[in-house]
């Protein structure tokens, strides 16, 4: 089984509505993060939590909220998708406690598209 | 802030050439450096990275990076290209405390027959 798994793996969508994107981890690791994929331009941090109670904004949060329901557990919601908000995201992981060397591990990624 | 050019968005080389992908990046201190390989339709996967000591760094698949402060490189080799190398490749970097993660965009390697 996966170590990090998202789902839905495809998503198509309609602009304006709401929706969320899931991912969880069976790793243990204390940190994750939601990164957006676009062509040419690599992956850009969405949002990160280090812990439960510690969520923050990465370089490209507006547009999006995050939920870290657990430990194991960490959701992106677009509250109002847009046609800009199509993408491919991945969610990662990493174990700060054993590692402080910041690995990231990420899951196999969510293909959006907003009509 | 730190930041990761890598040149080339995509490089094409015959079977069994050498690789070279390039990485350049930007940083007040030394940082901690990765390359990541993302196969289609795949999530990302570590190839190799380089924290401290030798600057010389294997990983997995053949492929080795050295690090090069002086140059603030960390360009990706692997003698003899195979044709399952064919994949993006992304270079990163993290500050000292694991954290920072910044990605560079991409560069798409194609394997030709």
């Known amino acids: ?24 981890q069976t790793k243990g690791h204390d940190r994750m993060y939601w990164y957006r994929q676009d062509p040419g331009l690599g992956l ?17 949060s507006d547009g999006y909220s995050v939920s870290r329901q657990a430990q194991a557990k960490f959701s992106l919601s677009l509250e109002s998708a847009i046609p800009n908000q199509t993408a491919l995201y991945f969610c990662a992981t990493s174990d700060w406690g054993n590692d402080r060397e910041g690995t990231q591990y990420f899951g196999p990624g969510t293909r959006l598209l907003v009509l | 802030a730190q930041s990761v050019t890598q040149l080339g968005s ?32 795949q999530g990302l996967q570590l190839l190799l ?33 195979h044709m399952s190398d064919a994949a993006e490749y992304f270079c990163a970097v993290s500050d000292r405390r694991g954290q920072n993660f910044v990605f560079g965009p991409g560069t798409r390697l194609s394997v030709l027959p």
């Open chain 2, 10 to 41: 995509h490089v094409s080389v015959s079977e069994g050439a050498l690789v070279l992908l390039r990485c350049n990046y930007s940083s007040s201190v030394p940082p901690y450096l990765f390359w990541y390989v993302q196969y289609p339709n």
């Open chain 2, 49 to 81: 990275k380089y924290t401290t000591g030798a600057t010389l760094v294997k990983g997995i698949n053949g492929f080795e990076a050295e690090f090069k402060k002086s140059e603030t490189s960390f360009h990706l080799t692997k003698p003899s290209a």
């Open chain 1, 44 to 60: 850009r941090l969405i949002y990160y939590s280090f812990d439960v109670k510690d969520i923050n904004k990465g370089e490209i």
């Open chain 1, 1 to 24: 089984d996966a170590d990090v798994t998202q789902t839905p793996r495809n998503r198509i969508t309609k602009t304006g509505k709401r929706i969320m994107l899931e991912c969880s």
